[in-house]
């Protein structure tokens, strides 16, 4: 089997980017809809996931990147995440940091 783990961060509009990731990912686990972890990678807050099963889809992916997506922009709209930081030029998209795919066969 695979192990894919993808890491990846979201990009708010303003605030520090660090905070607003480990905001994200905290509130995401405790709605529970999708799990995605945290960690620190070359400095930086990343969200990580990992698709360990044979039985996850396209579609469930679809379905995570969509809850992340629409989580991240309430969490703006709301305010709840701003913490002083600069604003920047690009608009909140998750933006794809690593990807790494071992595969254990040959």
Do not use: K, M
């Not at 979201?10 to 905070?19: E, K, L, M, N, Q």
């Not at 990147?65 to 709840?80: F, H, P, V």
């Amino acid at each position: 089997p695979d192990l894919s783990i993808v890491t990846y961060r979201f990009h708010p509009p303003t605030g520090d980017i660090d905070r607003f990731n480990e905001v994200l990912s905290r509130t995401l686990h405790r709605e529970g809809e999708v799990f995605v972890s945290h960690t620190r990678l070359r400095g930086r807050v990343v969200l990580r996931a990992a698709v360990l099963s044979f039985r996850t889809h396209v579609n469930d992916v679809d379905r995570a990147l969509a809850a992340i997506t629409s989580t991240a922009r309430r969490l703006i709209a709301e305010g709840s995440s701003e913490a002083p930081g600069p604003r920047h030029e690009n608009p909140p998209w998750l933006l794809p940091d690593i990807v790494v795919n071992r595969s254990t066969g040959g």
